[in-house]
């Protein structure tokens, strides 16, 4: 039998608030995370602007020597998991660990530690490379670490798909519990790769925005948007099967109801222009769910600010909603985050799920000038209340052609 899978708890490290409160108040107020980047010089660099993780302080969640014995990423995925456990007041002692499982990816991992890494060898010698560099940088630690800091010994999995990740991470989450596997599960993504190498990938990739002003430099569906903004963070949810919520007691957020996955077998950093494969996928999500696409009532796009992303993902909104396409309120979050990459789907997903409760649906900020080619309702700059919305899509569409969609339901009694 399938069973019914809900969200009990929430954690969040963004560039809006390392707390799921301070991240979700900024999105309903429309504040801009992005700033000029504070992590190193960037007088020889085009891009001058992210959207880093401010005033977070990672001892709050562990000692200084698991600090230092992490990535920053991991960091970000161990405290945002930590939030969450406690939001959900599950208690491993009366649970069985077995049966609770833990699927948290990151799109790039310790990018940070490679770098300086490579750095020391090229400098030192290989003598002096760390002998935590390959616990550091490989993207599977962060599940790793949360699973033993929480002592959950079932299913522990870092799935790698870009910017899709923390998307099909949860996604995956969700069937587990769905079919079976699992009667819970600490789920999301986790992303730090603001650093020299990582921007100076990204820009000579042509992907990011090179405005000198940061408030005005991400703004998705614009005519004039021109690049992403790199974002750090993490944001993990617990899933659980509803039974088991109940019989302890839990509180619930929301409901997981959908999931669609699919590739676009294309190119390997473009989306396909005619949005075939994310439709696929925001189909197969809403057919899940067991609606139609007249009962959407929001949808969080990628919308991450490029020519082609935004352009492209409208096209699929159209595809697959056809008609009810030009009556579904839609908002990039990343106007106000950054692109998180493989946490973006995560952070995004606790979007949906407190825009349900809440009924306020969070805006595209910077939202000036109408593209022919991005016609729909992007929300644009302030948020708009919603108290009957039931139904949510988080879209996440990744390099290498990764689409991957989760569809929530408002919960009611």
């Given at each position: 039998m399938e069973r019914r899978v809900v969200i009990t708890g929430l954690g969040a490290v963004t560039p809006l608030g390392s707390t799921v409160e301070q991240y979700w108040q900024g999105l309903k107020d429309g504040v801009c995370g992005i700033d000029l980047i504070q992590k190193f010089d960037t007088t020889d660099?085009?891009?001058?602007?992210?959207?880093e993780v401010k005033d977070f302080d990672a001892e709050k969640y562990m000692n200084k020597k698991d600090v230092k014995r992490n990535d920053l990423y991991a960091v970000y995925g161990l405290a945002a998991a930590i939030q969450a456990f406690e939001d959900s007041g599950m208690d491993m002692e009366k649970a069985d660990a077995t049966r609770v499982g833990v699927i948290v990816g990151s799109g790039i991992g310790g990018l940070m530690t490679m770098q300086d890494q490579v750095i020391r060898m090229h400098d030192k010698g290989p003598s002096r490379v760390s002998p935590l560099f390959i616990p550091m940088t490989i993207s599977n630690m962060a599940a790793g670490n949360i699973a033993i800091a929480l002592?959950?010994?079932?299913t522990c999995e870092n799935i790698v798909t870009a910017c899709a990740t923390g998307t099909?991470?949860?996604?995956?989450a969700y069937r587990d519990i769905k079919h079976g596997y699992l009667d819970a599960c600490i789920t999301g993504g986790a992303e730090?790769?603001?650093?020299?190498?990582?921007?100076?990938g990204f820009t000579n990739l042509t992907a990011l925005s090179e405005s000198p002003d940061p408030k005005d430099a991400c703004k998705p569906f614009d005519k004039e948007r021109n690049g992403f903004v790199m974002g750090d963070g993490a944001g993990i949810l617990i899933l659980e099967e509803l039974e088991h919520a109940?019989?302890?007691?839990?509180?619930?957020?929301?409901?997981?109801?959908?999931?669609?996955?699919?590739?676009?077998?294309?190119?390997?950093?473009?989306p396909c222009p005619d949005g075939e494969g994310a439709a696929r996928a925001m189909k197969l999500a809403m057919e899940e769910a067991g609606i139609?696409?007249?009962?959407?009532?929001?949808?969080?796009?990628?919308?991450?600010?490029?020519?082609?992303?935004?352009?492209g993902e409208t096209a699929a909104i159209k595809l697959a909603f056809g008609e009810s396409a030009k009556n579904v309120p839609i908002s990039s979050t990343k106007s106000m985050t950054g692109h998180l990459l493989g946490a973006a789907g995560a952070i995004e997903?606790?979007?949906?799920?407190?825009?349900?409760?809440?009924?306020?649906?969070?805006?595209?900020?910077?939202?000036?000038?109408?593209?022919?080619?991005?016609?729909?309702?992007?929300?644009?700059?302030?948020?708009?209340?919603?108290?009957?919305?039931t139904y949510a899509l988080s879209n996440s569409l990744g390099f290498g052609g990764h689409n991957g969609v989760l569809c929530f339901k408002k919960w009611t009694e």
């Open positions: 660099y085009k891009v001058k602007v992210a959207a002592g959950a010994k079932g099909n991470c949860i996604g995956t730090a790769s603001i650093c020299e190498i990582g921007v100076s109940k019989a302890r007691g839990a509180k619930i957020y929301g409901e997981v109801v959908g999931y669609g996955a699919t590739g676009d077998a294309y190119h390997m950093t473009a139609t696409p007249e009962q959407v009532d929001y949808i969080n796009a990628h919308g991450t600010s490029t020519h082609a992303n935004d352009a997903a606790i979007a949906c799920v407190k825009a349900l409760q809440e009924g306020i649906l969070p805006p595209t900020i910077n939202y000036k000038n109408p593209d022919e080619e991005c016609d729909l309702d992007y929300i644009p700059n302030e948020a708009r209340k919603a108290p009957e919305a």
